[in-house]
């Protein structure tokens, strides 16, 4: 059992080393990152949590939340190699589980919808990227390396290998292709594609009603 939580606690590190290009080593990384520390601490929390003593479980909960500012439910399930960046205001509910090798950003909500008492948050599968202050709500999957983009509010599966931005989110696919790595500045608006699509059409038909209007009004000039 020990040898395990050292495992764990290494995939954890090894994973900020590998996507926080501001990591220089282990030690800055043990002492400074807010997201480790609300992992780790989360993994005590759910241990107690699985074996009935609840209530000491969502203190020290609240004691995670209080002194990092992420917010975990001692009943989530989360895999190895997650990493929590910055972190601040992340909320993760009760029945989330969240696989291996995960990334969430700062501000992000894996919460519920209403007050079911299964399952009722979502399921976050290995290599998925949600970014900041994005809610994902409900109970439904987010698949294997897939992307949510910053602000989007998901309130259904989306499909591995994909990404999805807006709100309600959306599935934006690129050239047909895999999307591997998430633009956080140069994000696709869906709504804004469909109100561009909207505009054009107005300005489609306005040309044709112009047109007819000219055709009406020749005709009656050669009447007369």
């Excluded at 917010?71 to 972190?87: K, L, M, S, T, Y």
């Amino acid at each position: 059992m020990f040898g395990n939580i050292i495992d764990t606690i290494r995939k954890d590190i090894q994973a900020i080393k590998e996507r926080d290009p501001a990591a220089r080593n282990t030690l800055e990384i043990v002492l400074t990152y807010p997201g480790l520390h609300a992992l780790e601490i989360h993994r005590i929390a759910h241990w107690l949590h699985r074996r009935k003593l609840k209530l000491l479980a969502r203190i020290i909960s609240h004691l995670n939340r209080f002194f990092t500012g992420i917010e975990i439910h001692p009943g989530a399930q989360i895999g190895r190699g997650v990493f929590i960046d910055h972190g601040m205001g992340v909320v993760i509910g009760e029945t989330t589980v969240i696989k291996d090798n995960v990334t969430l950003y700062q501000g992000v909500v894996l919460g519920g919808t209403g007050k079911e008492k299964d399952k009722r948050h979502p399921t976050i599968e290995q290599g998925a990227v949600i970014a900041s202050g994005a809610m994902v709500l409900g109970s439904f999957t987010v698949g294997e390396n897939a992307r949510v983009g910053a602000g989007a509010v998901v309130l259904n599966s989306v499909p591995p290998n994909s990404t999805v931005v807006g709100v309600p989110a959306k599935v934006v696919i690129r050239d047909g292709q895999r999307v591997d790595k998430l633009d956080h500045v140069n994000l696709p608006d869906p709504c804004r594609q469909q109100v561009a699509a909207l505009v054009e059409r107005i300005e489609t038909l306005e040309e044709q009603i112009a047109k007819l209007q000219y055709l009406v009004e020749l005709q009656q000039t050669s009447a007369l």
